[in-house]
C-alpha cells in the first residue's frame, strides 16, 4: 500500500514540477499576425454547407490573402475551395447551389461539380460587392464609373489619358473630395445587373450619385420574385454635410427610380436610412432607419413597410436597443438582431407581431448572422477577449450553441491570458458607468503592477468583450500591464440617451466619467500601483489625450504618460480639413464661423499653458479623416515647451495601421515608450 501511495505521490510531484517548467506563455505580436481571420459565413441553399472566408496575414510580403473555405452543417469535412494565391472574399451561394465569390476584383463561380472556378465577369471598373437574385438569373454588382462616362471603353481611355499625363494635379469644386485614405477619382458607385446567361450587363443606377452610398448606409437587395433591386443612396446636393441616405428601388432592366423611404406618420426619413431587405414572402421591406437629420449614431430603428398599402411600421419604437445587422427567418415571423449592449454583441430574436424580444447569444462578441433554410439553425462568427473569431452554429429557438472551427485553437493553446471583468463605478451626475479590466498573465494578487487606461474612439463607440488586430486588450496587458477600459458618456450599447450625452460635451459628463473611472479602478484594485499609471487612445480617443494633457490636475492620479493615435487637437483646423461634415457639425452645432461656443470651449488646443506630459504621438499621413497635421500641432507644443515627446508618422497609412510591417512597428514603439515611464 505505502508503494502505490508513493507511486501515485510521485506521479502527482512530477506533473507538478512539468506545469511549472513549462508554463503558459504570454501573447506576442507573431501570435497576432499568425491568427486566422474568419469571415462572412453563408449557408448553402440546401443547408448542408456553409461557406466562409479566412485571411492570412503574410508579414516579409507585406500583405494579406483570403481564401473561401467549406465545411459540414455539423463541422465535418472542412475544406479550402480557392487556391490560396490571390485574395478571394465574399462567397455567395446562387439559388440552385453554386458558389460565387470575388477575386481580383471580378466574380467567378463554381459548381459542385466543377474542379476550377470559372470567371463570371470581366469588369473593367472592377466588382466590390454584389449579390444574386432569388431566381438565379441575375447578379447585381456595384463597381466605380465615372457618371458622364459609365461604358468600359470610356473608362478605360479616360484612365490611361491620366495616367500618362506629366500633370498629376488634383481638381475639385465640389465637396466631398477625398473619404478615409483616398481622394476622390471622380468616379461614382453605380449598381449593374448581369444577365448571368448571357453575360450581359446594365447600368440601373445612372447618375451623379453614390449606389450605394459613400459613407454610413450599405446594401442592395433583389424583391423575391426577383423583378426590382433595392439599394442605399444619397442624392443631397452636399453630401459632405448629410446623411440622409433613402431606400430606392429600380426595375431589374433599369429604369425610373421609386423612393421606398417616403414620408410617414411616424418619420420623414431625413436621417440615415440602410440594410433594405425583403421579407422571404416578398410582403414586407425592412430597413435601418435613424431619426435625426445629420446624426449618424443615432439609434437605428428596425421599421418595415408593407409593399402593397404603403405603410410603415417601427417594431423597435418601444425598445431602447441598438441594433448593427439584422436578417429575416425564412417564415417571416420573426428576425434575427445583432445588438450592441453593455460591451456585447448578443444575437436577440425580435417576434414581429408581438414585438417580444429573446436573448439567443448573450456573451461575447457575435456578427455575420447566416440563417438555415429551414430555419431551424443560424451560424455565426463568435469572438472574446481570449479568442480570436470561430464559426458557430446555434438553434434559432434556444440560441445553444456549438463551435465549427477551430483554426486558431492550437496558436493560443499555450497562451496565458486572463479573462475580461466587468465593473461599474458612479459617473458625472450619478449615472452608472460601465468598465472592463484585463490582468495581466500569470497575475499575483499579492505584488503591484503598472496600468494603463484606454480610451476608446467614435467617439459613439464602446469596448467589446472582442478580439481586436490593431488594439489587442490582451497584447497590451502580456507586456505586464494591468488594463483599463471605460465606456463612459457616448458610449454605444447603454441606451440613446447615454449615447447621445456626449454631443456638444467632448470634455464635459464624459470626461467626469473618465476621471471617476480612474479614481474608482484605483482605489479598489489594490494591485494596480498609482503611480505608474498610463493613458491611451485613437481617433476620439487621440483626442481625450490632448485633452488629459490640458486638464490632468483634475486627476487624483496624475498619467505619467500619454499614447496620442490620430487625435484630434484643434476643433477649428479639424472642421476644415476633415471629409465628413456632418459629423462635426452635429457635434458642435453647425460650421464654428455660425457658432463657435463649443468649438472654442472643447478644442484642446485652448489649453497648452497645462501641457506638462511626456506624450508618444502617432498618426497616418493619409488620414482624411483627423488630418496629421492634427499630430504635429501638440508636438510642436510639447517639444517648444521642453516637454519629452515623440512623433511618429506612417506615409502610406490612413486613420487606421494596417500594413504587417507597420503594425509591428507601431506596437514595438509604443511598448517601448510605456517601458520607459512605467517600467
Known amino acids: 500500500m505505502k508503494s502505490k501511495l508513493f507511486f501515485f505521490g510521485l506521479i502527482f510531484f512530477c506533473g507538478v514540477i512539468m506545469v511549472y517548467a513549462n508554463p503558459k506563455r504570454a501573447l506576442t505580436f507573431d501570435d497576432l499576425t499568425a491568427c486566422q481571420r474568419l469571415k462572412d459565413p453563408q449557408f448553402s441553399p440546401d443547408g448542408s454547407r456553409i461557406a466562409f472566408a479566412v485571411q492570412t496575414i503574410n508579414e516579409a510580403e507585406n500583405k494579406s490573402r483570403t481564401d473561401i473555405f467549406l465545411i459540414s452543417s455539423e463541422g465535418q469535412d472542412l475544406r479550402r475551395l480557392t487556391d490560396g494565391k490571390s485574395f478571394c472574399s465574399s462567397p455567395r451561394w446562387s439559388p440552385d447551389g453554386r458558389l460565387a465569390f470575388l477575386s481580383s476584383s471580378q466574380i467567378w ?4 461539380t466543377d474542379s476550377e472556378p470559372k470567371q463570371l465577369t470581366n469588369h473593367y471598373s472592377g466588382v466590390t460587392e454584389f449579390v444574386w437574385s432569388p431566381n438565379g438569373k441575375y447578379i447585381a ?8 462616362c459609365p461604358a468600359q471603353e470610356c473608362i478605360k481611355k479616360r484612365d490611361e489619358v491620366q495616367d500618362s499625363s506629366k500633370v498629376k494635379a488634383r481638381v475639385y469644386d465640389e ?4 473619404h478615409w485614405d483616398e481622394w476622390w477619382d471622380h468616379k461614382r458607385s453605380h449598381l449593374f445587373v448581369l444577365n448571368v446567361e448571357s453575360g450581359e450587363f446594365k447600368d440601373v443606377t445612372p447618375g451623379d450619385y453614390d449606389a450605394p452610398p459613400l459613407a454610413l448606409s450599405s446594401g442592395f437587395t433583389f424583391s423575391p420574385d426577383s423583378k426590382d433591386l433595392v439599394f442605399t443612396s444619397n442624392h ?3 453630401v459632405a454635410a448629410s446623411t440622409d441616405n433613402d431606400v430606392w428601388m429600380t426595375p431589374v432592366e433599369g429604369g425610373a427610380l421609386e423612393l421606398i423611404s417616403t414620408k410617414c406618420r411616424d418619420r420623414d426619413f431625413e436621417g440615415n436610412d440602410s440594410d433594405p431587405r425583403f421579407s422571404p414572402d416578398g410582403k414586407y421591406l425592412a430597413f ?3 431619426k435625426r437629420a445629420g446624426f449618424e449614431s443615432d439609434k437605428p430603428d428596425l421599421f418595415i413597410k408593407d409593399m402593397k398599402r404603403g405603410k410603415f411600421k417601427n417594431l423597435t419604437t418601444d425598445l431602447d436597443i441598438r441594433i448593427n445587422s439584422y436578417q429575416w427567418m425564412p417564415d417571416g415571423k420573426s428576425i434575427l438582431l445583432q445588438v450592441d449592449e453593455k460591451g456585447r454583441y448578443p444575437i436577440k430574436r425580435l417576434d414581429i407581431k408581438t414585438g417580444k424580444l429573446t436573448t439567443l447569444v448573450g456573451d461575447g462578441y457575435n456578427k455575420s448572422i447566416s440563417i438555415s433554410p429551414d430555419g431551424n439553425s443560424f451560424v455565426y462568427l463568435h469572438e472574446r477577449t481570449t479568442m480570436p473569431f470561430e464559426l458557430y452554429i446555434g438553434s434559432t429557438e434556444t440560441g445553444e450553441s456549438q463551435q465549427l472551427t477551430y483554426f486558431n485553437k492550437d496558436l493560443l493553446a499555450d497562451v496565458a491570458m486572463n479573462d475580461i471583468e ?3 463605478f458612479e459617473g458625472a451626475e450619478g449615472a452608472k458607468v460601465h468598465g472592463f479590466i484585463v490582468k495581466p498573465p500569470h497575475f499575483d494578487a499579492d505584488k503591484t503592477y503598472p496600468a494603463v487606461f484606454f480610451v476608446h474612439g467614435g467617439p459613439q463607440g464602446a469596448w467589446h468583450d472582442g478580439w481586436h488586430y490593431r488594439w489587442n486588450i490582451q497584447m497590451w496587458a502580456a507586456q505586464g500591464y494591468v488594463m483599463i477600459m471605460i465606456n463612459p458618456r457616448g458610449s454605444t450599447g447603454y441606451g440613446q440617451k447615454f449615447t447621445d450625452e456626449i454631443s456638444k460635451d467632448w470634455g464635459g459628463k464624459v470626461f467626469e466619467d473618465l476621471v471617476a473611472g480612474q479614481k474608482y479602478a484605483l482605489n479598489t484594485y489594490q494591485f494596480i500601483d498609482k503611480n505608474r499609471i498610463a493613458a491611451a487612445g485613437a481617433s476620439y480617443g487621440g483626442y481625450m489625450m490632448n485633452w488629459f494633457e490640458g486638464h490632468m490636475d483634475a486627476f487624483e492620479y496624475p498619467f505619467k504618460t500619454l499614447i496620442n493615435h490620430d487625435g484630434t487637437f484643434n476643433l477649428y483646423t479639424n472642421f476644415l480639413t476633415t471629409e465628413e461634415l456632418w459629423f462635426p457639425e452635429w457635434e458642435f452645432n453647425g460650421p464654428y464661423w455660425e457658432d463657435e461656443t463649443w468649438y472654442k470651449k472643447w478644442s484642446p488646443h485652448n489649453y497648452v499653458d497645462n501641457f506638462n506630459t511626456p506624450m508618444l504621438i502617432i498618426h497616418g499621413e493619409k488620414d482624411y479623416r483627423l488630418s496629421y497635421t492634427e499630430g504635429l500641432m ?13 512623433l511618429v508618422l506612417f506615409p502610406d497609412e490612413g486613420h487606421f495601421v494596417l500594413k504587417p510591417q507597420n503594425s509591428r512597428f507601431w506596437h514595438e514603439t509604443i511598448f517601448e515608450w510605456l517601458d520607459k515611464y512605467l517600467k
Open 109 to 112: 463561380i463554381q459548381g459542385a
Open 141 to 148: 454588382f456595384a463597381s466605380r464609373v465615372y457618371p458622364d
Open 175 to 178: 465637396l466631398l473630395y477625398r
Open 236 to 238: 443631397d446636393k452636399l
Open 288 to 290: 435601418l432607419s435613424m
Open 422 to 424: 466587468d465593473f461599474w
Open 634 to 646: 501638440p508636438f510642436t507644443v510639447l517639444r517648444r515647451k521642453g516637454i519629452p515627446a515623440k
